[in-house]
C-alpha cells in the first residue's frame, strides 16, 4: 500500500482539527505540519504471538518525512507534527535520525487530550528514536534543539498503529492484582517494594509492536539501571533502542478495576547482553528510572524443588498482578537447549505479555529475582487447571552477565563474548571460499566466559558447526543483529559435543558457544564448515493419476539415492534402484539402474546379492516440489511428471552432519549395514509412516511390500498392515488400477532418532531386524515434522 503524506499548513487542508496541546518551547501560534496516513484495509487484532502480546503493527511510509519547519523559540528551535492513523487505539512515531546536532527534547500528545509525555533523543544512542505511547488515532510531536537541525535531520520513517488501548483490561478474571493483600502482612509489604521494581515493556519487533514485563534489578553499578527481561521479548539492539517502558501500573484499589496511569519513561535502553539458550535479556536503560522506583536483588543460586515463587507482572500487558507457586522441577523448551524453572501456579497465574516477568524467591525478608519467565502454557485461561511458567535460570545468566554489573571482574579471555566486540570475523574469507573444514582452538576460559565468532558466506549452503572434546557445550548461530536463528546442546548421543547444520543465505553471522555447566571451564576444538547443496529431495514420490506405483528418494550431499516400486511384464512387483544418482547440473540428478536378487526375505544368514545394470534414470527439478523423471530398463524408456506425495502435513527436510539420534521425524531410507541388498523407506508425515520394504521373494526375484499407514503411538513405536501389490507392467500408458492383498503387518520401535527395530511379517513368516540410517555421502538428510 502506498501512503499518502501531507506536510503543509493544517488551515490549507481539509483535515481534522489538530490535537491540542499545552505547548512547552513557546512555539508561534501556528498549526502543525499533518502527517495523515489514509484508513487502513485490515488490521489484525491484538493477540498473544510467540509468548509476546502483539498489540499493534508498524505503518511504514513508502517516502520518509523530514521535519523542515524548524521554527525560532528562546534558546532554540522547534518542529511540530501531528501524525494520524485512522483507527488506531494509540500511537508511536518513528523518528529516523541523520545528521542531528546533539540532543533533542521531544514532548507529545494523544487525540485523547490526556498526559504529555517527554523524551530525550540521543543520536550518539541508535539511529532512529520512537516516540512514547499515547492514546487515540493522532499523536502531536514537539521536538526542540538548541541549535537548529538541518533540514531531514529528523525524519518521520513509520508510525505504530495499535489496535488496542495503552490502558485495555485484558487479565483473565483469575490473576491476583497487586494492589491486593497476599494474606501475609510480610509478603505483603514485600510485593509492595518489590512491584516498584517492574515494568510493562512496549517495543518494536518485526514490524509489529509488543508488550512484555521486566524487572529493575540491584547491581554494584547502582544506580546505573539494569533490567532483566527475557531474550525472546528482547534480542536485538533495535529492539532494544524502541523500548518505552511503564511504571507503577496497576488497579487503584484491589476490586475497584480501575487502573491509574502509571509513569512512563521513554527514549530506549541499550543492550547490555543476551542469551537465547536461557531466554534472558540485560539492558541498561538511557533514562534514569521513576522516582520511587526500587532496585530488585538478585539470586543467583541454584534454586531447588518445592522452594516457594512470587511472580509479578503485566499479564496481556493489563495492570500489575501477582501470582504464587512452588518451583515444581527443572524442565526443557522444545526450543532451548538449557534446563528451566518449571513454577506451578496455586493462586493467581500468567498470561501471555507476562513474558520476561520476574520469578521471585523471599529472602531475607524482601523478594530476589531468580529467574524470567519464557512459556507458559497454550491454554492460559482460568479454565485451565494446569497454571505454570518456564522461567530462565539466572543461575545459568548470572555468571555471563556479572563483569557487566560489577558483580566480577573481567578474566584474560581468547574470544569476545558479545557480536558488538567482535572487531573480525575468524577469517577474511568467507567460510564457503575455503578449504573444508575450517578448525580453531579456543579455550571457554572463566565461569560465565562466552566465545563469539563472526563469520562470512558468499553463497547459500548447508553451514555446519560443531566442537570436538570433553565439554559439555552449547552452540547458537545469530544473524549479523545478533538474534538467534538455532540452538543446540548435544549434537548426536554418542558425546556432548554441541553442533549446528543449517541451510544459511550470503552474509554475516555470528557463532555462540558456551558452557551447559555455568561454572565450568575447559579447552575445546571448534570445527566449521559450508557445503554448496540443493533443496533436500528425500521423500516419497508419484504421479497422483497413477496411483500404485511410486519413486523413494533419498537426498544426501550431492547424491540421490532413489528406489522405485513398479511392476514386471507379468504384473508382479518389481523395484528397481539407482544407488548413486549424482547432480550434473542445476536441478538435474541421474545415474545408472540396476535390478537385483538375493536371498528369501528371511534367510538367516544373509547371503550377497547381485545387482545387473538394466539402465539409467535421470531427474530433473523444477523447484523443491515437482520433476521429471526419465528411466530405462532393457531398452524401454519410460517419462513420468512427478510431484511429492502428501498425505498429511509433510516434513521439512535439510542437512545433518550428525547421526540424527535425537531427531523425532524419521523420514529417511533404512538398512542393517551388516545385510546390504535390503532397505526400508520411511516417509514420515504427521503422526503417519509411510512404508516401502524392498527385499527378495522366495524365489530370489525382487519382492518390494507396501504399509501405507503406519500409526505411531505414544512409545515412538509404529504399527500397520503390510500389503503385495500387483499392477501394469511399468510402461503401461494408460495406467490402470492395481490390486493388493494384506500379506501382515509391519511395526518399527525407535530406541531413538538413529536405531529402531523392525518387525514384520509375509504370509505367516515372521522377520526381525536391527536397523539404521543408510549413510551414503554428506551431509545427510534431517527432516523436522510436526
Known sequence: MKFKVFLAFAATLALAAPVASATLFRAPERAPEILSLPAPKAMRPAEVEGGKMRVGDVRALEKSAPLTRWEPVQGGFVARLQAESPGALGLRVRLDLGAVPGAVELRVQGSDGGAIETMVVDPTLAPEAWTPWTEGAAQLVEAYSPVRPSDGALSVGAVLHFTTSPFAKAAASCTLSTACSTGDAALDAAVAERKRSMMRINFVSGGSGFVCSATLIDTPQRPAAYVLTANHCIGTQAEASSVQSLWFYETTTCTSGVNNPGTQVSGGMQLVFTNFNVDSTLLLMNQSPPANATYSPLNPALIGNTTPIVSLSHPKGDSARFAEGTMLREARDTDRPYNMYLVTFTRGMIEGGSSGSGAFTRTNGT?????????????????????????????????????????????????????????????????????????????IDYPGDVDVFRFTLSSRVAFT????????????????????????????????????????????????????????????????????????????????????????????????????????????????????????SEGVYSGPLHRTSGPPFNANPWRAVSATEVGTMRLTFFGPNAATLVYSVNGRTVTKSVTRQNFKTPPVCSWSHFDRSFESNVQDLWWNAAESGWGVNFVHQGSTVFATLFTYGPDGRGLWLVMPEGTIDANDRFTGPLYRTRGPRFDASPWSAITFTQVGTMTGSFADGNAATLTYSIDGVSVTKSITRQVFSTPKTRCVGD
Not at 481 to 494: F, K, P, R, S
Not at 544 to 572: A, K, P, R
Open 367 to 443: 523478594l530476589a529475582l531468580t529467574g524470567v519467565l519464557s512459556q507458559g502454557p497454550i491454554n492460559d485461561s482460568c479454565d485451565n487447571a494446569q497454571k505454570f511458567g518456564l522461567y530462565g535460570r539466572l543461575e545459568a545468566f548470572h555468571p555471563e552477565i556479572a563483569h557487566y554489573i560489577g558483580a566480577a571482574s573481567h578474566a584474560p579471555d581468547d574470544a569476545p563474548n558479545r557480536p558488538t566486540d567482535v572487531s573480525a570475523s575468524v577469517s577474511a574469507t568467507p567460510i564457503d571460499a575455503m578449504s573444508q573444514p575450517l578448525t580453531l582452538s579456543r579455550v
Open 465 to 584: 558447526a560443531y566442537t570436538q572434546g570433553t565439554l559439555d557445550l552449547v552452540s547458537t548461530i545469530l544473524d549479523a543483529d545478533g538474534a538467534a536463528l538455532e540452538a543446540n546442546d548435544d549434537a548426536q548421543t554418542v558425546d556432548t559435543n554441541t553442533g549446528i547444520t543449517r541451510m544459511l543465505d550470503p552474509g554475516t553471522y555470528y557463532l555462540h558457544i558456551a558452557h551447559w555447566e555455568p561454572n565450568n571451564s575447559g579447552p575445546y576444538t571448534l570445527v566449521m564448515r559450508a557445503d554448496r547443496v540443493d533443496s533436500n529431495y528425500t521423500a516419497l514420490w508419484w504421479d497422483s493419476s497413477e496411483s500404485g506405483w511410486g519413486l523413494n528418494l533419498n537426498h544426501q550431499g550431492g547424491i540421490i539415492f532413489g528406489s522405485l516400486f513398479t511392476y514386471d511384464d507379468d504384473g508382479s512387483p518389481m523395484w528397481l534402484v539407482m544407488s548413486r544418482g549424482e547432480r550434473q
